[in-house]
């Protein structure tokens, strides 16, 4: 009976083993060898292609978001695998539908690409934004392009995500690149994905509307981070001569990570000035509540042309400070709460309607970062 009884345990406990290494929720076994046939065809390239093909590293073992055209693996505890799927079919990788044609000359691709950038950013010259984009396809860093590095490019191009991170590499608030294979990228996971929580799980919450303060990282680690908010508005306003916005300010737009550096989350609320006026420009609206992009970017209705305009309403830089105001107010040391709170307001009664807006923003931020950063420089 005792052998019996071990057996059977032996056997339960092995067909648990066995169920466990089955289980693939994302499909990341086919994602792989999907991926490595097109490798090991020269169809596709990048960095990430030898040890997820060659070396066999589980890079796609431990799914942590599945969307129907987007899944999610962690690597480790520091990377983030972004798999994007094809827009018709949440089984194949895009990588197989966007491409360039074979036999396409350097020169060619490389108008092909500035082409791109023009549709997505507007007009302009990105000679600067090219030679980066093309150094980065360089995978085997030759100096030419090979079918597969110039497919691979093309198609993680077409990911407006990517696009960003790619642009921003040299912004430490973007999440860094971390190689790439095809048309997914491994980028930096930032283990505290939002600033705070609303919806605090205390049962104080119960009886206290602001219970969520108390899960605040000190003053002066909350300033630091608050320092990087406003750095990256500066950042984002121009940037190789195009003007950004970030469309969606709340707490779980950014993290932060053990150092307290400022991480965006929400890397896709960041929209070019030229995306949000096509857009909106082309809308039609009977009131203002039409033209509404996103929860911080809303234009006017035109009541004449029945059009919506291209100007944000509410500036940026207000919204943000509407969020600072909460979360550096509480617990600020008292010897600078009259100041702050004075520059905070002077911040949220901006308004991109008068004709200084842009003057006025420049030297807010300005004044908001010199006055938080006198606070903690020495401590």
Not at 76 to 101: C, F, Q, S, Y
Not at 173 to 190: L, Q
Not at 283 to 301: G, I, L, V
Not at 305 to 324: A, G
Request: charged share 20%; with cysteine.
């Amino acid at each position: 009976m005792l052998v019996y009884s071990a057996f059977t345990g032996i056997l339960l406990f092995s067909m648990l083993c066995v169920i466990v290494a089955l289980y693939d929720p994302c499909n990341g076994r086919s994602i792989r060898d999907s991926l490595c046939e097109l490798y090991e065809d020269g169809m596709v390239s990048g960095r990430l292609c030898y040890s997820l093909c060659k070396e066999r590293v589980p890079v796609l073992s431990n799914c942590l978001k599945q969307q129907p055209n987007l899944k999610e693996f962690l690597w480790g505890r520091n990377l983030l695998v972004k798999v994007n799927m094809a827009p018709d079919n949440t089984n194949v990788l895009d990588t197989v539908l966007l491409e360039p044609w074979e036999g396409i000359k350097q020169d060619q691709f490389t108008r092909m690409i500035d082409k791109y950038l023009k549709e997505q950013l507007g007009p302009g010259d990105y000679t600067t934004t090219l030679h980066k984009i093309l150094n980065f396809g360089d995978f085997n860093s030759n100096g030419l392009l090979t079918y597969g590095e110039a497919r691979s490019l093309w198609s993680l191009l077409q990911h407006r995500e990517f696009l960003l991170l790619l642009l921003f590499q040299d912004n430490d608030t973007f999440p860094r690149i971390n190689g790439t294979c095809g048309s997914i990228y491994a980028v930096e996971h930032v283990a505290n994905n939002k600033l705070f929580n609303m919806k605090s799980n205390s049962w104080l919450s119960i009886f206290l509307s602001d219970a969520y303060h108390w899960q605040f990282p000190v003053w002066k680690k909350r300033a630091k981070m608050s320092i990087g908010m406003i750095e990256f508005m500066m950042d984002i306003f121009e940037k190789n001569g195009v003007n950004y916005y970030m469309c969606n300010i709340l707490p779980t737009s950014f993290g932060y990570t053990p150092r307290y550096d400022i991480k965006i989350i929400d890397i896709l609320s960041v929209v070019s000035k030229h995306h949000l006026k096509t857009e909106m420009s082309n809308r039609s609206c009977y009131t203002d509540d039409d033209c509404t992009f996103s929860h911080n970017c809303k234009t006017q209705c035109n009541q004449e042309l029945r059009k919506c305009s291209s100007d944000l309403v509410v500036p940026n830089l207000k919204i943000l400070c509407d969020l600072l105001m909460d979360y550096l107010m509480y617990g600020a040391p008292n010897h600078i709460t009259v100041d702050l709170e004075r520059l905070l307001h002077q911040c949220q009664s901006l308004d991109n309607r008068q004709f200084s807006a842009e003057m006025d923003h420049a030297v807010l931020l300005n004044d908001l970062q010199l006055f938080i950063w006198s606070q903690i420089k020495y401590g």
